[in-house]
């Protein structure tokens, strides 16, 4: 009996993702960079490294379905041989790609139609829509007006493209309805870039999903698709740029938002870094920065044997089914068999730090930041911050997504703490303690997992 009804679940089940993947597809995809945009170390792609390939195997464990791959020198051999590398691994493993044009870097469109051309029609090209077509994203419009992206598409593609392009630079997208006047015979749908964080100030605040209500409602109305984005912290200091843009509980808050949300897509900004002009080395990495495409000013702070940021992917992870399965915050899970999954993370200076702090350091918010996923029993857990030997709190669990920037973080070491009926059964402590100050002055996060 339960076994037919479970039958009956599944054909139900596959029905409504046919019926779903004609408006409503639900794919999570990874911004990839640092190996096409390497306008400092050129050539130093390594082919045979296993890099490209690891890169792909560690994004599709998590739900990963495609990486953008953000180019903006199309024409150089090292792009153009990540590229191949990428796609030669994806075509084997069901994982996808697809081009993200960075006109920050590059403001011409037919400077990217060769390599476009030479790679749609492979097997691991990213295609959806109910016409399944294949999917070019970009960042920025540049000055690339709506009619010229039209004749781009039609003349080379004979318009077969499902365009997803990153336009809230462009002008009128502050007003949602009139933007889908002047773009909407040419995009299948849209991509927000900056809604990832709250805008850049000196104070604190929390990441907002107004700009992506209002933009998604609009895309709706029009029979367009939004894609979300969902990021971290930025922290540059490289490429003649120091600065800062929040960061604490930004990640986890824009999870939960996301999942009340419900956009068609969403994109994780980003997976790896890059030295390109499009967001050099701004510390929102969660997979691996290969040394070879970076420079030692951008490794300083983010090379991931001291900086690793892999202990966000478990939440990631945890992300992607709840979004998936359309569960909200609450709902999200730990891997099965596990009581929960989470992550801490800090800064190692305090910001009244007497170095050379990163503009809009006032912003930042001397904290201790988790996220932690319960099971659906967690009636006898809660979540216990310890900062350099003081508890500076501790607060009851609650079933999914937990999480909080706690305040008043104190030099020396920090410790967030799952409790069982008082005792500790899951434990992320910092590896690098917190100082007062210190010479290198990184407001990039250490990212520890709850083990
Ligand atoms: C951000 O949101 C949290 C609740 O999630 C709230 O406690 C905090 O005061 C907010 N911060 C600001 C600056 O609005």
């Known amino acids: 009996m339960a076994k037919i009804t479970l039958c009956v679940l599944e054909a139900l089940a596959s029905v409504i993702t046919l019926m779903g993947h004609a408006v409503d597809a639900k794919s999570v995809y990874a911004h990839y960079m640092g190996k096409f945009d390497n306008v400092a170390k050129i050539g130093t792609v390594t082919e045979g490294s296993g890099h490209a390939e690891l890169d792909i195997d560690q994004a599709q464990a998590l739900g990963i379905e495609a990486f953008a791959m953000n180019i903006g020198q199309p024409s150089q051999p090292w792009a153009q041989s990540t590229v191949k590398q990428l796609f030669d691994k994806a075509d084997q493993t069901g994982f996808k790609l697809f081009f993200s044009l960075d006109f920050y870097q590059t403001g011409d469109v037919n400077a990217y139609t060769q390599i476009v051309s030479d790679y749609i029609n492979r097997e691991s090209y990213l295609k959806t829509g109910p016409d399944n077509l294949p999917v070019v994203s970009t960042f920025s419009v540049g000055g690339v007006s709506p009619q010229d992206f039209q004749t781009w598409k039609q003349n080379n593609y004979d318009g077969k493209i499902y365009f997803l392009p990153n336009a809230d630079t462009s002008s009128g997208y502050d007003n949602p309805e009139t933007w889908f006047q002047q773009w909407g015979d040419v995009v299948d749908g849209v991509f927000g870039w900056e809604t990832a964080w709250p805008a850049p100030g000196q104070t604190p605040a929390n990441v907002s999903d107004a700009v992506d209500t209002a933009v998604q409602n609009a895309a709706h109305n029009v029979g367009k698709t939004y894609m979300a984005p969902l990021s971290s912290l930025q922290f540059k200091k490289c490429c003649g740029g120091n600065y800062y843009r929040i960061g604490e509980a930004n990640l986890p808050q824009r999870m939960s938002q996301l999942l009340a949300l419900n956009p068609d897509f969403v994109e ?91 503009d809009n350091w006032q912003s930042a ?56 009926d008082g005792s500790s059964i899951l434990t992320a402590t910092s590896t690098v303690d917190v100082v007062e100050t210190n010479e290198d002055c990184f407001f990039n996060f250490h990212v520890v997992g709850l083990k």
């Open 365 to 420: 918010v001397d904290a201790v930041n988790y996220g932690i996923v319960v099971g659906s029993d967690a009636s006898s857990l809660s979540i216990r911050v310890t900062s350099g030997g003081e508890v500076i709190r501790e607060t009851p669990a609650q079933p999914g997504l937990n999480y909080g920037s706690v305040p008043g973080i104190k030099t020396g070491k920090q410790t967030v703490e799952l409790v069982k």
């Open 268 to 358: 994780v900004l980003t997976w790896s870094l890059t030295n390109s002009k499009n967001d050099a080395g701004e510390s929102h990495y969660i997979g691996n920065n290969w040394a070879e495409g970076l420079t030692e000013e951008i490794l300083a702070y983010s090379n991931t044997d001291i900086w690793p940021h892999y202990d966000w992917q478990p939440l990631i992870a945890s992300f992607i089914s709840a979004y998936k399965e359309g569960r909200d915050a609450s709902g999200m899970t730990p891997p099965e068999g596990s009581e929960a999954v989470g992550a801490m993370w800090y800064r190692p200076v305090l910001k009244d730090a007497s170095c050379q702090k990163p």
